[in-house]
């Protein structure tokens, strides 16, 4: 069984540049998490889907922040413009419904790490 | 608000030596989820545990054993025998399981433990 993939696995842009992360979970997993890791502080919450709905959005940072689900399968992640603060590692991860199978662990995908110039 | 503190940034010790990593919590739900990830050089974190809040019992996996006491509001690690491979970065994590954040499982990482064992 396929894990979690991000997509780029590295991404370097300018300032002011757009750059859209992508994240495939792992199949039937209706839970779908962004995190993010900025310069070695601790692992933050961004948002969290499940299947195609925004179900808590309460660590989004700004409204330069845009993530979607279409379809309830992959989600993206788009930065725009992006700032020099949204340099880090940007984590997904996937779960499976709740109420199958209680309070899930969470498979992470390796990360997407932005470096904005 | 909920908030997991490592207060170990970094640890070296040496291979065989037994190393243990400190994770203390804080969260006003009686219900909750204690975890600890490994993230390995290659970036990915990968899981190592899940305890919750009624569950008190210590934990053994092979070298691996965790202590979780409520008293002190503590879930620390023990590597024991410690080896070159365990070398990472170890995250602790909470989540909360009370009524008000049923079917959000978002966890609350501490800064992690980078762990370095030497040869």
């Known amino acids: 069984e396929a894990g979690v993939t991000q997509f780029p696995s590295h991404s370097v842009i300018e300032k002011g540049q757009t750059v859209t992360l992508r994240c495939d979970p792992i199949s039937g997993h209706d839970n779908l998490y962004w995190y993010r890791r900025v310069m070695g502080k601790e692992i933050k919450f961004l948002l969290h889907f499940v299947k195609e709905s925004k179900q808590d959005e309460s660590g989004m940072p700004n409204n330069r922040f845009l993530a979607e689900r279409t379809g309830g399968t992959y989600s993206t992640l788009k930065v725009q413009p992006a700032e020099l603060e949204d340099s880090g590692v940007y984590f997904c991860?996937?779960?499976?419904?709740?109420?199958?199978?209680?309070?899930?662990?969470?498979?992470f995908g390796p990360g997407t790490r932005l470096t904005v110039l | 608000a909920q908030k997991v503190t490592q207060a170990q940034t970094e640890i070296s010790v040496v291979e065989k030596e037994d190393v243990t990593l400190d994770c203390v919590y804080e969260?006003?739900?009686?219900?909750?989820?204690l975890f600890w990830y490994k993230q390995p050089p290659s970036g990915e974190l990968v899981f190592l545990i899940r305890?919750?809040?009624?569950?008190?019992q210590n934990e053994i996996s092979g070298r691996y054993s965790w202590n979780f006491q409520k008293s002190t509001s503590s879930f620390n690690f023990t590597i024991t025998a410690s080896q070159v491979v365990d070398s990472a970065v170890y995250f602790c994590a909470l989540s909360e399981a009370g009524i008000a954040n049923f079917g959000n499982e978002k966890l609350t990482f501490g800064t992690g433990t980078r762990l370095t064992i030497i040869p």
């Open positions: 969260t006003r739900d009686t219900t909750y989820y």
């Open positions: 305890r919750n809040s009624f569950d008190e």
């Open positions: 991860a996937s779960s499976q419904d709740q109420r199958l199978a209680g309070h899930n662990e969470q498979f």
